[in-house]
Each structure stands twice: as structure tokens, then as C-alpha cells.
């Protein structure tokens, strides 16, 4: 059997609103003309109420308007205390511009009509709706809205019915209304401070005053990303130009150099359209770095020296003169050869047999420097000692041609290597820009207030081991010099010693080494926020060339060791402020 | 029966600009005789003038039948009055066909009843028995009365004032719904005040008899009746007032909680008549020529109160239907503009 829950009740439904409004209609614009004269009159006693109407509307939207931007300003800035908001003081800016806007679109809309100022006149005069009634009865009866007949006519009144009573009613009503409009009160509809909007916008304008005034610690997450964005786009124009000239240089589109543009190509078009994912375009950076120095041979630079020193030789031997091509240039030994072919048939025996000789005494050298030289000069060798003038001449053209392409390799080689180091200079200073204003975003939001202006003290203690091992083949004098430089921007003073400081050349490289100190202890070095110890690339490129072709460095570079430096680095505080 | 037709006199025509005056003079006179008791008063002549009837209830000796009386005293017109008891027939108010002779023959003739004036006072209406009770319904109505098939026309104006005391219970006959809605307003006899006391002392217990003048003739009052169903009432008045009407049902979305849990049936469409046709007169009382929204809030009191049935819950916890009434006029608010 069902039970039937007694207590329980059914559910209310949802109490509606109140009445509908309907607003009398303006007879003016309803009805055609003529119209009584009284309408006419109550429409334009209406017309100064309407006015005071419109305008306490206004007030009261202005107020809205004003609650409603200042609590928008709030909502905003307390977001942006929580996240960080870069367009902040955008939107900011934009908010009161909207309120404005939305405030003249309310004001228009406000515009009261005559309708709606007679009912609030009834309401607020207390006139027991006539002024309403008369507007609402002139359109419910049209016949009774034109002109009444005239009082003086005897006939006029003489027309009984219930017609001619409704009509004497309405007319009746229209002129109390009209003395009624005309007697109320001059003083209604008088602007007014509405309470809660008006409290609303107190209670914003003190609750944001706080939140403006207090230092927002998202600023500075806010200039880390901004630093980060410009370092991207810096850095996408520097991989745009290394781009630019690896194209330069390349031949083929099936060219290393030439491929290799096209990825840093599409590199900086991600970079350009992902500024703010640090992490992801490091590693992209990272990755086509590695990919490029997969491609780059480590003895490139050994190669080089081998084939200057193997041109040399080849022009010295090539032209009997012992200054002939001391800069070792591929194509001047080219053209010294091609003479030497020509005149291979005017050599005399014993010339014949020195050339083979010298040519037998560059094995090494040509091995080092390119294995189709090799091969070429191995084939020359023996066909000029055998007094095989034809196969002597072809194998001299084929050196030739083998040591241009030698040199194009080293180029596209040099190229590569170039193309890495610049990589790795922006990876770096990407990474860097990330870092560094991580570091004051840190500093500011454990202690320091963004909004103050001063310095911020960092301890930072360094400690680089630097362990080089340099193998010197050389003759004559080598002078070795290692310099470090410390790159910061701002005051940077080290204190404790700084040993002697190595950095490490790349393979092929000339090495600096003397152990001069570039950081003197206690002596502030004039050079931006940066404090780093350069890195062996840098380092390298930065070195002086003077070294002989015989230095053979070892590879990889520098298991780096540096005494410990400590360092107390001075950073300027960011500009506070939004 | 006092038989003064009001059909002999000529008939006036009022002006509504003297509607109010000649209905303040009526009150004015009244008001000679009925201490205080003013609502009372301008509801009981918004009755009359609204051709309609008015249930008074009250406690015993709170001049009920004195105010019937006086209105009669200042009204020249017929005026009846019937103590309804629990043998009363239907023949004792309507009037029979009784044999008679005439010229040697015997016939039947009709004999009126007491319900054939111009103003009938139901004393205690509600001890007399349903089916005496309901001989009222075609008077009140339709202003007429049929015996053996034959009606008879009861003279303008006809007003039935009906009293009732809510006290003596014992051997009563309440009046049922379709009765009561024939009344256009109920009216409760409120206890007068103290210094309303002193005067009636002053007036009822001293040697000279304080009596009211004929003010109106009966003929004026068809004139304010006609002129009353003449007032225009705007669309917004009139739609207030049916949203009124329509919060008394509690099935409707506009009614109250109060409606929702004890009310068992709302008013019906004369409810709204009631409020429109007394709001005319409360503003031509007022000296307007229109129906305002507070004419209708002023009398949604007596036209609503005995139109709406409470249910067993609402009469188990003592619910009234004023308490009802005036939660409905909290919750039907007015429209108004910003």
C-alpha cells in the first residue's frame, strides 16, 4: 500500500516578478490629429517631470556605472595580485572606457517615455494615477480625444446615452488630471544618491586602494616574460641571420648549410610565435644544435691547418721558389699547379725527380688535410718518377681540383661550427634571460618590494674548476696566454683569488694561455648585469689565432675547473611601478 | 411596507462633480446618529451606491441595525426589515399568493413580502435556514422575485443589508458560498473606540433623541448608481486588479505563500466586479473622475474577505482571511517606474 506523506508539501513554484508594467501610450503618437486641447496641455505639463525623470535616471546609472567599473577595477587587480595579467593596465585603462560607453547606451536607453513619466509622477504626486489614466483612456477611447463640443452650444450636452456620459467623464478626467499634473509638486523626481551602488563603488575605491598601492609581486613574473619574449625575438633575428647566411653559402637545397637554414628558419618562427614557452624553445634550440654539430667534423680546423700547410708546400714545390704561397691558399697552389702541368714536358730529369720527392715528402700532411689530396698526390708521385708525363699531368689537375674542394669543405665545415656557436650564444642568452629575471623575481618576492628603488645584494659563489690539457707540436716560439673574462653587467667585485683561469680552445683552435687574471680581486669590472665565465666556445672565438698549425688540442674541451670566486654581484632592481 | 415609490419623483441629473458632495452629505448625516464607525459608513453607502448589497458582521450592540435604520431615515425610500429565525419560510421574505375575494369571487392574489422595498435589513441572517437563506439569491441578483411562475420586479434602488453575529453559533446556519458572494462587500463592525463611547453615551442615554434628516431621495441614488458604473477605469487599474483576484487562488503563480497553504478556494469573477465597481466609488468619493490602484488596494479588504474559503489547515491554526488578503496586497505589488 502507498504512503501518502501528509507533511509533506508540494513544491512551491517560482514566485513571478511583479505586475507587468504597461506604459501608457503617448496619444500623440497613437491618434491623429486634432487633439483635445487639454491632451495636449497634460502632455506638455508632462514633459518638465519627464526631464527631472531622465535626468535622476542618469544620476542613478552614473552611479551604477561607476559601481560597476570600480568593482570591474577590483575584480582586475586582484587577479592580477594572483596571476600575472601583462595586459592589466590595459584592460584597466579600457574598463572605465567601456563604462563611459555603457553609460551613455543606458542614458539613451533611460530616456523615460511620456507614459512612463506620468506613471512615476501618479506614484511619487501621489495623484491617484490621473495622469496616467488620462493618457491610457485618450487611446482606449479615440473618439473622446478630439476636441469636446463647445460648452456654449446649447445642443452639445443635450445628448444623452451612456456614449455621451463615458465622454463627459474622460474629459472630465483629463482636465482634474491636467490640474493635477500642473499643481504637483515642482521638487519630484529630484536626483539622488543611489545607496547601494554608491556603496558599492566606496567599499571598490577603498578595497582597490590598497591593492594599487601595495607592490604586486606578478610584476615582476610579468617582466620575466617580457624579458623572455624580447631575448626570444632577439634571438630569432639572430637565427634568421645565421639562416641568411648559411643560405648565402649554400649551393643545393640538398646542402647542408642550406637545409640547416631552413630548420633555423622554421626555429625562429617558433620562436616568434612561442616567445613565452621558455623551456620548450630551449630545447628545440638545444636540439637543432646538437644536430648541427653532429654534422661538424672536430678536426675541421686540423684539416685546415693541414691543407694550408700541404698548399704551401705544393706551391713551393710546384714553382721551385721557397716564398712561393706562404698564406697557403688552395687556389693560388691550384693555378702553381696547373702551370706545373704545363710545363712538365721542359722539366729537365733531375727537377722531375725533386718534384717527386717533395711531393713523396707531403704525405702526411696530405693525408691530414684531405684523402682525395692524398690519393691525387699518390698518384702523382709515381707517374713523375716514372716519367709518365700524361698521367703526371692528369694527377696534378686532380690535386688541384681535390685541394679547391678540401677548401670548400673546411669552408662548409667552418660554417657549421659557426652556425653551432652562434646557437649556442642564443640558447645561452635565452636561458639567461629566463634566469636572470627568475633570480629577481625571487628576490623580490622574498624580501625586497618590487616598488622600492635601491639595489639588491646577491651572494653568489662560483665555483668553476677549469682542467685543460695542451699538447704543443710547434717550432719556434709559442707564446700561450689563458685569459678569463667575467661578463656582468652592473658593479660585480670578486673577492678571493681567481687562479689562474683556463678557457679551453675548441679542436683545431688556437688556445690562449696566459694565466692573467681578467677579474682582479676586489676590483669591480665595468661590464653589464652578466656574471658568467665564458664557456668554451666563446672563449675560443675569442681568442687570438697565433697559434702554429702543429698545436693539437685535445677534444672534448675543458673539464672546467675554477678556483672559487665569491662573488657579490650588485643587480639593479627592476623598474617598479605599472 | 412603507410604500414611497422613487419612480413618482422626477429623476435629477447629478453632475459627478456632485456625487461626492451628495455622498458626504449622506454620511454626513449618518454620522449624526452612528458614532465614529466612518469606514463602516463609506463601505455600507459604497454598497448601496454601487447597486449591490453589504454583509455586516459584529457582535451584538454594535448599531448594526442602527446604521441600517438611519441610512433608511436619510434616504427617502421603502424600507423593510426581516429578523430571520430558524422558522422563517421563504414565503415570510418573498410574499405568497394568498385567496381574497373580489367583486364576490374568490382569487389568488399575490401579497408581497417584506423583501419588496427599497431597503431591506436581514437581521441575523445566518439563523434562518438555507432554504429561507437562498430566497434572497434571485433578490439580490436579479432584483426580482418569481411565485407560482410569476416574477415581480422589485423597485430601484434595492439594497439588502444583512447582519450577522459571529458569536452565537449555537443553531446557526452559515451562509453558503453562493450566498455570500452575492454580497458585495462584507463589513466588519469593529468595537468602537473610547472616545466614540462616550459620545454614544452622550447621545443615547440623555432626554433629547439625536435623529437624521432625509438627505436623498431614492431616485438621486439610481442617479449616483448610474453615474458610478459611468467612472473609466485605465487598463492598468483594471489588470491590477484582476492580478489581486488571481493571488486569492492558490494555484495561481502569482499567489502568496500564504494563499499556497491555507486557502482552499480564491474569490471568483465577482470578487474583481467588487473591486472595480467599489474602487469607482471610493474615487468618486474621493472627488477623481478616474479608478486609482489604490482604490482597488482600499477596497480588496471587505470585497475579498468573504470570497475566500480557507482549508482545514487554515482553520486549524487560526488563519483569517484578512490575514490572507493583506499578504496578497504585500506580495501584488503595485508596477511602478524607476
Redesign the interface.
Known amino acids: 500500500m502507498r504512503k501518502i506523506d501528509l507533511a509533506r508539501k508540494p513544491a512551491r513554484p517560482r514566485q513571478p516578478g511583479p505586475i507587468p508594467l504597461s506604459i501608457p501610450p503617448d496619444p500623440v503618437g497613437r491618434l491623429a490629429a486634432p487633439l483635445d486641447p487639454a491632451l495636449l496641455q497634460l502632455r506638455g505639463a508632462l514633459l518638465p517631470h519627464r526631464r527631472r525623470l531622465w535626468l535622476r535616471r542618469l544620476v542613478r546609472r552614473t552611479w551604477l556605472a561607476l559601481a560597476l567599473v570600480a568593482m570591474a577595477e577590483l575584480g582586475l587587480w586582484t587577479l592580477a595580485r594572483l596571476a600575472p595579467i601583462a595586459s592589466a593596465p590595459l584592460i584597466a585603462a579600457i574598463l572605465p572606457v567601456g563604462g563611459l560607453a555603457g553609460w551613455m547606451i543606458a542614458a539613451v536607453r533611460a530616456r523615460p517615455a511620456l507614459g512612463e513619466a506620468a506613471l512615476a509622477l501618479d506614484g511619487e504626486g501621489r495623484l491617484g494615477d490621473r495622469a496616467s489614466s488620462a493618457l491610457e483612456l485618450a487611446v482606449e477611447f479615440p473618439e473622446s480625444a478630439g476636441p469636446g463640443p463647445d460648452p456654449a452650444d446649447p445642443g452639445a450636452g443635450s445628448a444623452a446615452g451612456e456614449a455621451t456620459e463615458a465622454d463627459r467623464f474622460i474629459r472630465r478626467q483629463r482636465r482634474d488630471a491636467l490640474t493635477a499634473v500642473r499643481t504637483a509638486p515642482a521638487g519630484l523626481f529630484a536626483p539622488r544618491v543611489s545607496r547601494r551602488p554608491a556603496a558599492a563603488t566606496l567599499v571598490a575605491a577603498l578595497l582597490l586602494a590598497p591593492v594599487l598601492l601595495v607592490p604586486n609581486p606578478q610584476d615582476a613574473v610579468i617582466a620575466q616574460q617580457q624579458q623572455v619574449r624580447e631575448a626570444a625575438e632577439r634571438q630569432a633575428e639572430r637565427i634568421d641571420q645565421v639562416a641568411q647566411d648559411l643560405e648565402a653559402r649554400g649551393q643545393d637545397v640538398n646542402d647542408p648549410p642550406t637545409k640547416l637554414a631552413q630548420e633555423l628558419r622554421d626555429l625562429a618562427l617558433r620562436l616568434r610565435e612561442h616567445p613565452d614557452q621558455l623551456d620548450a624553445n630551449l630545447a628545440r634550440l638545444g636540439a637543432v644544435e646538437d644536430e648541427v654539430r653532429a654534422q661538424t667534423d672536430p678536426a675541421n680546423e686540423q684539416r685546415a691547418s693541414s691543407l694550408i700547410s700541404l698548399s704551401r708546400s705544393l706551391s713551393q714545390a710546384a714553382t721551385g721558389t721557397p716564398d712561393a704561397n706562404r698564406d697557403g691558399d688552395p687556389k693560388t697552389t691550384r693555378a702553381d699547379l696547373q702551370q706545373l702541368a704545363d710545363n712538365l714536358d721542359n722539366l729537365t730529369a733531375e727537377q722531375q725527380r725533386d718534384l717527386a720527392q717533395q711531393l713523396a715528402g707531403l704525405e702526411a700532411t696530405a693525408s691530414q688535410a684531405d684523402g682525395a689530396s692524398g690519393t691525387a698526390r699518390r698518384d702523382a708521385a709515381p707517374s713523375r718518377a716514372q716519367g709518365d708525363t700524361a698521367g703526371a699531368r692528369s694527377a696534378i689537375d686532380r690535386l688541384g681540383q681535390s685541394l679547391t674542394g678540401a677548401q670548400q669543405r673546411i669552408s662548409t665545415g667552418r660554417d657549421l661550427a659557426g652556425a653551432a656557436s652562434r646557437l649556442q650564444d642564443a640558447r645561452r642568452d635565452l636561458a639567461d634571460a629566463g634566469q636572470s629575471t627568475a633570480g629577481q623575481a625571487q628576490a623580490q618576492g622574498q624580501g625586497q618590494s618590487p616598488g622600492a628603488s635601491g639595489q639588491v645584494r646577491v651572494r653568489v659563489r662560483v665555483r668553476v674548476r677549469v682542467r685543460v690539457r695542451v699538447r704543443v707540436r710547434a717550432r719556434g716560439k709559442v707564446r700561450v696566454r689563458v685569459r678569463v673574462r667575467v661578463r656582468a653587467r652592473g658593479k660585480v667585485r670578486a673577492r678571493g683569488k681567481v687562479p689562474s683561469a683556463v678557457a679551453a680552445p675548441m679542436p683545431g683552435r688556437s688556445a690562449t694561455a696566459s694565466a692573467a687574471t681578467a677579474v682582479r680581486p676586489g676590483r669591480p669590472t665595468p661590464t653589464g648585469p652578466r656574471s658568467s665565465v665564458p664557456t668554451c666556445p666563446r672563449s675560443t672565438r675569442r681568442s687570438t689565432g697565433s697559434a702554429s698549425p702543429a698545436i693539437r688540442p685535445t677534444w672534448p674541451g675543458p673539464a672546467a675547473t675554477a678556483r672559487p670566486s665569491r662573488a657579490t654581484r650588485r643587480v639593479p632592481a627592476p623598474a617598479t611601478g605599472r | 411596507m412603507t410604500a414611497s415609490s422613487p419612480t413618482d419623483q422626477p429623476t435629477p441629473q447629478l453632475v459627478?462633480?456632485a456625487f461626492a458632495e451628495r455622498a458626504q452629505a449622506i454620511e454626513r448625516e449618518v454620522g449624526r446618529v452612528i458614532v465614529g464607525q466612518t469606514a463602516l459608513v463609506r463601505q455600507t453607502l459604497t454598497g448601496l451606491l454601487a447597486n449591490s448589497h453589504v454583509l455586516l458582521e459584529g457582535v451584538p450592540g454594535l448599531g448594526k441595525t442602527m446604521l441600517v435604520r438611519t441610512i433608511a431615515d436619510v434616504i427617502d425610500c421603502a424600507f423593510n426589515r426581516i429578523q430571520f429565525t430558524p422558522d422563517l419560510m421563504p414565503a415570510d421574505i418573498t410574499g405568497t399568493n394568498i385567496l381574497v375575494e373580489d367583486g364576490g369571487q374568490r382569487v389568488f392574489r399575490f401579497q408581497p413580502g417584506p423583501i419588496f422595498a427599497n431597503l431591506v435589513l436581514a437581521d441575523e441572517i445566518n439563523r434562518a435556514t438555507p432554504k429561507t437563506q437562498s430566497s434572497l439569491l434571485e433578490a439580490m441578483q436579479e432584483h426580482q422575485v418569481t411565485v407560482a411562475r410569476q416574477r415581480f420586479p422589485l423597485e430601484s434602488p434595492f439594497f439588502v443589508l444583512a447582519t450577522q453575529n459571529p458569536l452565537e453559533m449555537e443553531g446557526t446556519y452559515p451562509l453558503p458560498e453562493a450566498q455570500l458572494d452575492r454580497f458585495l462587500f462584507k463589513v466588519m463592525v469593529p468595537f468602537p473606540s473610547e472616545e466614540d463611547l462616550v459620545a454614544i453615551m452622550e447621545r443615547t442615554t440623555g432626554n433629547e433623541a439625536v435623529t437624521a434628516s432625509k438627505v436623498c431621495t431614492g431616485a438621486e441614488i439610481v442617479e449616483m448608481q448610474?453615474?458610478a458604473r459611468?467612472?473609466?477605469?485605465?487598463?492598468?487599474?483594471t489588470?491590477?486588479a484582476v492580478?489581486v483576484l488571481a493571488a486569492t487562488h492558490p494555484d495561481q503563480?502569482?499567489a502568496p505563500?500564504l494563499v499556497?497553504?491555507y486557502v482552499r478556494y480564491g474569490g471568483s469573477p465577482r470578487g474583481a466586479q467588487a473591486l472595480v465597481t467599489g474602487g469607482k466609488i471610493y474615487?468618486l468619493l474621493?472627488g477623481?473622475?478616474?479608478?486609482?490602484?489604490?482604490?482597488i488596494r482600499a477596497v480588496a479588504l471587505p470585497s475579498l474577505r468573504h470570497r475566500i474559503i480557507l482549508n482545514f489547515e487554515g482553520e486549524a491554526e487560526g488563519i483569517t482571511s484578512e490575514a490572507v488578503i493583506r499578504s496578497i496586497l504585500d506580495?501584488?505589488?503595485?508596477?511602478?517606474?524607476?
Open positions: 459627478p462633480e448610474r453615474l459611468a467612472v473609466p477605469i485605465a487598463p492598468h487599474v489588470a491590477y492580478s503563480p502569482r505563500g499556497r497553504d474615487a474621493d477623481r473622475f478616474n479608478v486609482s490602484i489604490d482604490d506580495a501584488v505589488v503595485a508596477p511602478t517606474v524607476e
